[in-house]
Structure formats: C-alpha cells, structure tokens
C-alpha cells in the first residue's frame, strides 16, 4: 500500500514548535491541553531519525506571525484573536522556534506560514516540483488545523499523501480521530510510523 | 466590517443531482443523499433571498472529464469508486444542477475538479475583480466540498458567513466535526434566518 514512498518522497514535520507542545507556549496560555500535542513527538523524532538515516528529505514548517501580527488576516482579528493576546508563534520568540527534539539539521528545508495550510503563500509547491518530489509523508500538529488543511492542499494538488496517524496529535481526541476519517475518505492514506519506517529501512540508499 | 450587496456573494457549493437525487451517482455507493436533502430548503431560501437582495449567486459544479484523466491522485488511489460509478460527468445529468437550484443567466458557474471551489478555478479571479470581500457558503458536502473551500477562502482572508442549517453531510460524526473545526477557525457559523437578517440590515 506504501511502495510509492520509497521513492520521491519527503517528510513534512507540521507545526513542531513550542508555540504548541510546551507548557509555557502560546497554546496553553490560551487553555489548551499542549500535553496531548505531546503525544506526536515520539512519532515524529523516530520518522525524522529514520529519513536522515535513509537520507530521504525532511522539510519542516514553521508557523510563524509578524511580532505586531499583522499579517494575521482575518483568523487573527476576527476569528481567534488570542492569538494575538498570547502573541502565539510571533517571529523572533522562543514560542515560535522548532522543538529541541527535532532541530532541522543543514540541508533540511524550513518552510515559514502564516496560514494553516503549508502551501498557501508558501514556497513549499515550488520546492516540491522543482525537486521532483510526489509523496509526501506528513506529521506533526494539529490534526484536525494545519495538518489536515495541509494534507488537503497536496492531495489536491495530486502529491501522494499519506499522514502518519501516531506521529500526529490534537487538543480534541473526538476531532483527532474524525479529522483522520475525513482525510482518509478523500484525501489520504493513514499509515502508522511502522508502516513509514518498515518500508524506508528496506530502501537501498 | 461592512457588508453590503457589492462586497458580498452567495457561494452555493455542489448542489448537484449526482449528491442530491435519488437517482444520483453517489447513491450508487450506498450513500444516503436523504441526509444531504437537508440543504435544499435553506439553500433555496438564500438563493431566493440573495436574487431579492441583488447579491452575486456563484454555484460550483463538480465535474469530471468522461474519462476521469483529471482525476489525480484523489480518484486514482483514494477512491476509484468515484470512476467505477462515473461521478459527476461533464455534459451528464448527473453533473447538472438540482432543478430547484437551477443557475439563471447572471448567475456564475465555477467547474471544479478538486474539492476546493479554489484549486485551479477561476474563482479568486472572479472573487477579486468583483472586490468581494463577504462569502456567504452553503451546499455540500460539509466535511468535503464544503470545508475544503471554506478553509481556502479564509486563509485567503474572505470573511467566510457559514450557513449550517444549509449544508449537509453522510455522516454525522464528520458533520459535527467539519462545524467545529470551521468555526473554530475559518468561519463565522450562523442559521440561514442569521444571514438573511443580516442582509436585511445591510
């Protein structure tokens, strides 16, 4: 079922950042449980562990607003604008930096947004072509937010998609699972760590 | 926020026979398009309200080439189910829309082949050369057409007004859930009485 990735493919590591997995970060200030996005860093500290290895690109995105949020557009002002209370992910702040359990390394690729989706006026599409890259291996927070507007966007867009069920999480365990019964109706493949990792180690590099 | 006729569209997302009729496509897999009837009332009412507010009307149509070749990787490895049953075939009955919501001559047709109403359509082009900055969204489905488009459209800052009594899903679980995550953060969810006040005011 996943042969295509074993070729020209790419690990997208979604949102890793503070701003979301840390108790002191912009998403538990706002009374979320950061605890339960918690659970996807074992899953996504093993697929990065085993893409490296098995040298198979990682790009990791980085939610990331203005310090006056002012490219925040209407999910800022009129939405949620605590975010903007709690200054979530605001560029420069510690919020906004990728965990220290995934640190990019050189030669990895960050994608800087502002919106949910890792496509929308980002350079992201045009790394992908440019690389030849049609699958991508998505993981990271949150499911039902930016991971499932992201996994929207490539399918959309005819990448191979496949989301790594234990290697995402979300605030809402009802919101996680049915985000995953959608993405799988129309959008997605929903793997486990094991099947990505079981079928990256038999690559030959 | 200003809201007016001139800033503002009604976007009547996929309001087909394929989903909507007995007789349609998606009935042949064993959906229930009982469940997605339920949009046909308040989809009506804001169809016949926005003609009587001179808002713009834009439906979407899915419509899939005879041969599916426009498929991708939706069609070709998610659901190949939509090719065996011949989905929404451009020029078919099937891909038409629902006789009671049936576009007149000035209202805009956008034919789409993604679920988003944005991915390669000429609908943003439409959307800003008409200075719209209000979508006023109905149709279905929910989880599907509806939310990937509502997603879209906010993250390209319209102020998206979702109309829950006017949409519809198969599923219930999934129909619960595409409402949370929208107004959780891509729309502003109201009843289609909130949406004609609110023209009403304007």
Redesign the interface.
């Given at each position: 079922m996943i042969k295509n990735i074993l070729s020209d493919t790419a690990l997208l590591v979604v949102d890793m950042q503070n701003g979301f997995l840390s108790e002191k970060g912009g998403m538990a200030k706002l009374g979320f449980d950061s605890k339960l996005l918690n659970s996807s860093i074992p899953g996504c500290v093993e697929l990065v562990k085993v893409a490296r290895k098995k040298e198979i690109p990682i790009i990791f995105t980085q939610y990331l607003y203005e310090e006056d949020f002012r490219d925040g557009?209407?999910?800022v002002e009129?939405?949620?604008p605590g975010i903007k209370e709690v200054e979530l992910c605001a560029r420069g702040s510690n919020d906004a930096m990728i965990i220290d359990e995934l640190k990019p390394e050189n030669g990895e690729i960050i994608i800087e947004k502002n919106?949910?989706?890792s496509f929308?006026s980002t350079r992201l599409e045009a790394y992908l072509r440019s690389q030849r890259i049609n699958n991508l291996v998505i993981c990271g927070v949150t499911t039902?937010?930016c991971v499932?507007?992201t996994a929207?966007?490539a399918?959309?867009?005819?990448?191979?998609?496949y989301v790594v069920r234990d290697a995402v999480a979300e605030v809402?365990d009802?919101?996680h699972e049915?985000?995953l019964?959608?993405l799988e109706?129309?959008?997605?493949?929903i793997v486990t760590v094991k099947n990505v990792t079981e079928t990256w180690l038999k690559k030959n590099s | 926020m200003i809201i007016n006729n001139k800033n503002s569209v009604l976007l009547v997302i996929d309001m087909q026979n394929s989903f909507l009729h007995p007789d349609g496509t998606m009935s042949k897999l064993g959906f229930d398009c009982k469940k997605l009837r339920d949009a046909i009332p308040g989809t009506e009412e804001l169809v016949e309200k926005a003609r009587s507010f001179k808002i713009p009307i834009i439906f979407t149509q899915y419509v899939y080439h005879p041969d599916f070749k426009d498929g991708g990787w939706l069609v070709d490895e998610i659901s190949p189910e939509l090719r065996d049953i011949k989905l929404c075939v451009k020029g078919t009955w099937d891909a038409d829309n629902f006789e009671t919501l049936y576009p007149m001559k000035s209202d805009i047709i956008i034919e789409k082949n993604r679920p988003s109403a944005f991915i390669s359509t000429q609908l943003e082009s439409y959307l800003n050369s008409m200075s719209i900055e209000n979508i006023f969204v109905c149709g279905v489905t929910a989880n599907m057409c509806v939310e990937t488009t509502v997603r879209d459209a906010c993250q390209r800052d319209f102020r998206v007004f979702l109309a829950k009594d006017a949409i519809a899903e198969v599923d219930d679980a999934r129909m619960k859930v595409a409402l949370m995550a929208m107004e959780y953060f891509f729309a502003k969810v109201l009843n289609v009485r909130e949406i004609i006040d609110i023209w009403n005011k304007k």
């Amino acid at each position: 079922m996943i042969k295509n990735i074993l070729s020209d493919t790419a690990l997208l590591v979604v949102d890793m950042q503070n701003g979301f997995l840390s108790e002191k970060g912009g998403m538990a200030k706002l009374g979320f449980d950061s605890k339960l996005l918690n659970s996807s860093i074992p899953g996504c500290v093993e697929l990065v562990k085993v893409a490296r290895k098995k040298e198979i690109p990682i790009i990791f995105t980085q939610y990331l607003y203005e310090e006056d949020f002012r490219d925040g557009g209407i999910q800022v002002e009129e939405i949620f604008p605590g975010i903007k209370e709690v200054e979530l992910c605001a560029r420069g702040s510690n919020d906004a930096m990728i965990i220290d359990e995934l640190k990019p390394e050189n030669g990895e690729i960050i994608i800087e947004k502002n919106r949910p989706s890792s496509f929308y006026s980002t350079r992201l599409e045009a790394y992908l072509r440019s690389q030849r890259i049609n699958n991508l291996v998505i993981c990271g927070v949150t499911t039902n937010i930016c991971v499932e507007t992201t996994a929207r966007d490539a399918a959309q867009r005819d990448f191979g998609t496949y989301v790594v069920r234990d290697a995402v999480a979300e605030v809402d365990d009802f919101r996680h699972e049915i985000s995953l019964k959608a993405l799988e109706h129309m959008f997605a493949k929903i793997v486990t760590v094991k099947n990505v990792t079981e079928t990256w180690l038999k690559k030959n590099s | 926020m200003i809201i007016n006729n001139k800033n503002s569209v009604l976007l009547v997302i996929d309001m087909q026979n394929s989903f909507l009729h007995p007789d349609g496509t998606m009935s042949k897999l064993g959906f229930d398009c009982k469940k997605l009837r339920d949009a046909i009332p308040g989809t009506e009412e804001l169809v016949e309200k926005a003609r009587s507010f001179k808002i713009p009307i834009i439906f979407t149509q899915y419509v899939y080439h005879p041969d599916f070749k426009d498929g991708g990787w939706l069609v070709d490895e998610i659901s190949p189910e939509l090719r065996d049953i011949k989905l929404c075939v451009k020029g078919t009955w099937d891909a038409d829309n629902f006789e009671t919501l049936y576009p007149m001559k000035s209202d805009i047709i956008i034919e789409k082949n993604r679920p988003s109403a944005f991915i390669s359509t000429q609908l943003e082009s439409y959307l800003n050369s008409m200075s719209i900055e209000n979508i006023f969204v109905c149709g279905v489905t929910a989880n599907m057409c509806v939310e990937t488009t509502v997603r879209d459209a906010c993250q390209r800052d319209f102020r998206v007004f979702l109309a829950k009594d006017a949409i519809a899903e198969v599923d219930d679980a999934r129909m619960k859930v595409a409402l949370m995550a929208m107004e959780y953060f891509f729309a502003k969810v109201l009843n289609v009485r909130e949406i004609i006040d609110i023209w009403n005011k304007k």
